[in-house]
């Protein structure tokens, strides 16, 4: 049983302002397996306070500073990825071997790329006759999800140190074990007092007074669109810089050609990973009609492979992270059936075996029509849905008409007609045979948010833009 009750501010440990504590449930037993303090709005004003008192010092040090600092971060999480990825593993079901591996391998993964980017950062630049000077934009509260908590730290916290901002972090408290780890590792890693603080708690408790705080300059937040929407309206009375990562319903085409059986099986297996709990998932996969018999067939042979079980075990999916999340998707499954799709795999209930925890049966659905609700709406659970297509036009016609835009796919091999369907896609970003950088921009157009992460364009959502004007370069005497 974890005991976390004390947050980190100002550079030490300190008792929460409230005696008040919440339990963390194991999906994978039900059953508590820890108990964290919970923070009030008072903790959010020591917090956002000792943030604000760090910032002129932070702000002004200097890109060799920035870098010592994370490299430092980077040998402590090196020294900790073990203790992080048993953290997940209990917290919110992930699989030993994906703990270890992807979860754990995403936050490191950003923070050598958050290295590299600020090694040959341009924080100042000629233009004419100005200097346009690209400055941290102050105090930033980061508030992520439980999905992917090691991804979702690094790609907010990472940049704003790398930026000179100070920030308060909020994990989600589905998922509070691994912000504590890793609040832990900036400690020993020797990150400024203030610099880095952690309040842990829900969202009206501390989200809510974080968000509007009037002395945060920045809000980024990871989550639901719903959620999302709630958090630019309490921010907004601020005026304050709002960045979102919000949700996703990602279209997968997959084209006609040698591959596509391949493909098929793939896309099944993509999605299904973290219990398909992912807002870039391949959720929809379009086929051509005329294929839809051989992807039914590719994706039944597929779904075995897909294994579910304790995730301490060799499964490949544990459980989904929580009793709600479990009860939505089941709802989804049966409105799925409710509606005419036909069900390929899976179905409602726990897979065969499983009578205790919030386990999923690894769902996919052909024929389905975009108009149904497993098409439009965010399942986050194992369940992949597969449509019919005439031709390219219409498949990016459907591919388009969704109310998200954070993330696609494109499956064939033919580079070049797959680079041109890419380019059609309104979305964030698209992967096109799987291909995977942490260089790449990561965000999303519509519903799905705002702003860009991930690389050297996840450090511009923190930097103010200023231009110095009469700032004649200096004349060249060289000749």
Known sequence: MREYRKFYIG????????????????????????????????DVDKAVAAARQAFGGWSTSTVEERVELLQNISAEYQNRSGDLAAALTEEMGAPTALANGFQVGLGAGHLGTAIEALQNFMFEEQRGESLVVKEPVGVCALITPW?????????????????????????????PFTGQVFAEILDAAGVPAGVFNLVQGDGPSVGVPLSGHPDVDMVSFTGSTRAGIDIAKNAAAGVKRVTQELGGKGPNIVLDDDDFAENVSKGVVTMML?????????SRMLVPNGRMEDAIAAAKDAAPSVTVGDPSGDFSIGPVVSASQFEKIQGLIQQGIDDGATLVTGGPGRPEGLTKGFYVQPTVFADVKNDMAIAREEIFGPVLTILGYEDIDHAIEIANDTEYGLAAFVAGAD?????????????????????????APFGGYKKSGNGREWGAFGFDDYLEIKGILGYRPAPDVSE
């Not at 908590?149 to 920030?167: D, E, H, R, S």
């Not at 709990?277 to 391949?282: E, G, H, I, V, Y």
């Not at 979305?427 to 096109?432: K, R």
């Open 11 to 42: 550079g030490r440990w300190v008792d929460s302002a409230q005696s008040a504590t919440f339990d963390v449930i194991n999906p994978a037993t039900e059953e508590v397996c820890g108990t964290v303090a919970s923070g009030s709005a008072a």
């Open 147 to 175: 999905n992917w908590p090691m991804n979702q730290i690094a790609v907010k916290v990472f940049p704003a140190l790398a930026t000179g901002c100070t920030m308060v972090l909020k994990p989600s408290e589905r998922s």
């Open 274 to 282: 973290n219990s398909g709990q992912t807002c870039s998932a391949p």
């Open 415 to 439: 580079l070049d007609k797959a680079r041109s369907v890419a380019r059609r896609i309104r979305a964030g970003s698209v992967a096109i045979n799987d291909a995977f950088d942490f260089c």
